[in-house]
């Protein structure tokens, strides 16, 4: 039983090119978390998403930044002229879906992180 | 937004030794839960704690939510080199299930 898969696991990109992260769910989940990594800071909540739908985009970037969660295919989360301030380790996590409770505990299993690097 | 302050920030103690991690928030949650993370790798889930006052124990590790969930502990005994990494609290801010808000870390090492 798979857990979640991401990809790639390392990313170098020059400034001004564009970053596309790849995640793919634990079989069975429908719900998707992305969150980034800053150095020596915790993760941040950027953006959660069911498939073709953006639930909550609260924590993304206003410019540069998309995610997506197709009806099939993996979620991508696209960073467009990338900066070396986008240097970060960028989680997914999945999820099964979410109890109709607003106070639901419902686990969410991380993926192994893509690490981009900004030159 | 909801803060998760953990303390303390770094730890380096010997094996054998037992060890207390604190999380603390200002605002309630409606529950807690605790990951491991090791280098180069993602948060692996330890506990969720949901109810005040809750204990859990995971072998070494016992994890405690506060009565007023606003705060919990991590306590390991007996620490091993195998407890090194980085730990996270982590909770849902209230009135969502969805967006996780994660503590400043704690990073363990255990030396022999």
């Known amino acids: 039983n798979a857990g979640v898969m991401q990809n790639p696991r390392h990313l170098v990109r020059r400034r001004g090119q564009e970053a596309r992260l790849r995640c793919s769910p634990m079989?069975?989940?429908?719900?998707v978390y992305w969150y980034r990594q800053l150095p020596e800071e915790g993760l941040k909540f950027m953006v959660y998403?069911?498939?073709?739908?953006?639930?909550?985009e609260s924590g993304m970037p206003k410019e540069r930044f998309s995610a997506e969660f197709p009806k099939e295919g993996p979620s991508i989360l696209r960073i467009q002229q990338v900066v070396r301030g986008d240097s970060a380790a960028y989680f997914c996590?999945?999820?099964?879906?979410?109890?109709?409770?607003?106070?639901?505990?419902?686990?969410?299993?991380f993926g192994p992180g893509t690490r981009l690097t900004v030159l | 937004t909801q803060l998760l302050e953990q303390s303390p920030q770094f730890l380096s103690i010997q094996e054998g030794e037992n060890l207390t991690v604190y999380c603390n928030s200002s605002?309630?949650?409606?529950?807690l839960q605790w990951y491991r993370q090791e280098p180069g790798e993602g948060p692996v889930l330890l506990v969720t704690?949901?109810?005040?006052?809750e204990v859990k124990k995971l072998k070494r590790l016992t994890f405690q939510f506060g009565d007023a969930r606003k705060d919990s502990s991590l306590h390991i005994t007996a620490a091993q080199p195998g407890d090194t990494g980085l730990y996270l609290c982590?909770?849902?801010?209230?009135?969502?299930?969805?967006?996780?808000?994660f503590g400043t870390g704690t990073r363990l090492q255990v030396t022999l």
């Open positions: 996590a999945s999820s099964p879906s979410l109890t109709s409770s607003l106070y639901s505990t419902d686990t969410q299993y």
């Open positions: 079989k069975g989940h429908s719900h």
């Open positions: 998403l069911q498939k073709e739908n953006i639930i909550d």
């Open positions: 605002s309630v949650f409606s529950s």
């Open positions: 704690v949901v109810t005040g006052g």
């Open positions: 982590a909770g849902f801010e209230t009135g969502t299930a969805s967006k996780l808000t």
